[in-house]
């Protein structure tokens, strides 16, 4: 379902800030023309005013990706309930770009695009793709990368609802830095040992 590729939406404006590292990127105009992908129509609309309601909007969302990672359902539905009620979305079916193979348009849904607002347009649709998501695969889906100081949000698509991390670099940092303590550990019980004996 093409509402699906929505929520990317809520993960791109939320990994902009890497607050463990208090880092930024969303700082420009154009940082946040880049946040719209191809749909380049909103992204004109975006002024300089817009950079600080995304900013808003971001820590909006983080929260909704905090609470599901801390197992809080209800406040996760709660707070993006809010951000749907704040910022409605007009779904379509649209056929552009897509036939199939005998010229027929491919049938799909849309979510149209008449904010008064980039921002409003991006929240609507960063808070609908998240809805979707959240309601189709659960709660448990949504999580913050748990590579100290990462912390990006991700959405879990592992069929054992299994990931914990944001990419494999970070997972493969998590391992190594995992491994290196085990064997640190290690280390330190065979030297407390030598000295018992």
């Known amino acids: 379902m093409e509402l699906a590729y929505y929520s990317d939406y809520a993960v791109r404006l939320v990994n902009t800030e890497e607050p463990a590292r208090n880092k930024d990127s969303l700082t420009t105009v154009e940082a946040v023309r880049e946040l719209f992908g191809p749909a380049t129509q909103m992204a004109r609309r975006a002024t300089d005013a817009d950079v600080t309601r995304f900013r808003s909007i ?3 969302l ?4 905090a609470a599901a990672d801390e197992g809080d359902q209800t406040t996760a539905v709660d707070l993006l309930n809010s951000l ?3 910022f409605p979305v007009s779904p ?3 056929g552009h770009d897509h036939l199939d193979e005998e010229g027929r348009p491919r049938w799909h849904m849309h979510l149209a695009d008449h904010p008064s607002n980039a921002t409003a347009g991006y929240a609507a649709i960063a808070a609908m793709g998240l809805a979707f998501h959240l309601t189709e695969f659960g709660a448990d889906r949504l999580g913050l990368c748990q590579a100290p100081p990462c912390r990006n949000a991700y959405l879990d698509t ?3 609802r299994s990931r914990r991390y ?3 670099r970070c997972a493969t940092r998590a391992n190594v830095a995992a491994y290196r303590a085990r064997k640190r550990q290690e280390a330190q019980e065979a030297t407390q040992g030598a000295q018992k004996a």
């Open 166 to 168: 944001c990419s494999d």
């Open 62 to 65: 983080r929260a909704v990706f």
């Open 158 to 160: 592992s069929t054992n």
């Open 92 to 94: 379509q079916i649209s």
């Open 84 to 86: 749907l009620l704040e």
């Open 58 to 60: 971001r820590s909006r």
